[in-house]
T-cell receptor, first 115, second 114 residues
Framework: EAQVTQNPRYLITVTGKKLTVTCSQN?????MSWYRQDPGLGLRQIYYSMNVEVTDKGDVPEGYKVSRKEKRNFPLILESPSPNQTSLYFC??????????????FGSGTRLTVV | GENVEQHPSTLSVQEGDSAVIKCTYSDSASNYFPWYKQELGKGPQLIIDIRSNVGEKKDQRIAVTLNKTAKHFSLHITETQPEDSAVYFCAASPSTGGYNKLIFGAGTRLAVHP
């Protein structure tokens, strides 16, 4: 089954304790992205990757890091989490062909609480 | 940059009625407009999309219309059923910020009452 897998689904952590949220896709998609979802704000892009070793900032990148060492994996790293990073996070992937935009396949989400 | 506004934020209908959700966008160069359905506890799922060279697209009970001149697009759901209850997001692809980028609206919570 074609899917994007995120882990963990739920995470409660303390301020300042480094954490990683993993994301893996099995569709051989070039493009991967992380979004955060907050009430009334919709989905906002944190970081994206056009392909292996190619990453760039989205609209709300502060406090986050990413890496793309393999095509299928795109982990999200919070080096020093703060309470304002409490949110619902989604990883997404899609095809990437020139300048054409394609629909995303989203993971099931990770609900992060930072206390 | 691109801004996508979505209305209404909540919508309540009776089963069998139609539901319409509207979005406006600011970047006249946007050329791809998908709609996503998010059920409770799940990630958004693509339900229909339209490109700027098409004015309308249908898939069974759902349809999307695009008015490029007015820079707005709408999702139409006919003969609504309780399983249509979810949060719906529209999105638009901006001309800046990298290929494949999507800017999302704030979402519409649709409730279909039996």
């Amino acid at each position: 089954e074609a899917q994007v897998t995120q882990n963990p689904r739920y995470l409660i952590t303390v301020t300042g304790k480094k954490l990683t949220v993993t994301c893996s896709q099995n569709m051989n998609h070039e493009y991967m992205s992380w979004y955060r979802q907050d009430p009334g704000l919709g989905l906002r892009q944190i970081y994206y990757s056009m392909n292996v070793e190619v990453t760039d900032k989205g609209d709300v990148p502060e406090g986050y890091k990413v890496s793309r060492k393999e095509k299928r994996n795109f982990p999200l790293i919070l080096e020093s989490p703060s309470p304002n990073q409490t949110s619902l996070y989604f990883c997404a992937s899609s095809l990437s062909r020139g300048s054409t935009t394609y629909g995303y396949t989203f993971g099931s989400g990770t609900r992060l609480t930072v206390v | 940059g691109e801004n996508v506004e979505q209305h209404p934020s909540t919508l309540s209908v009776q089963e069998g009625d139609s539901a319409v959700i509207k979005c406006t966008y600011s970047d006249s160069a946007s050329n791809y407009f998908p709609w996503y359905k998010q059920e409770l506890g799940k990630g958004p799922q693509l339900i229909i999309d339209i490109r700027s060279n098409v004015g309308e697209k249908k898939d069974q009970r759902i349809a999307v219309t695009l008015n490029k001149t007015a820079k707005h697009f709408s999702l139409h759901i006919t003969e609504t059923q309780p399983e249509d209850s979810a949060v719906y997001f529209c999105a638009a692809s901006p001309s800046t910020g990298g290929y494949n980028k999507l800017i999302f609206g704030a979402g519409t919570r649709l409730a279909v009452h039996p």
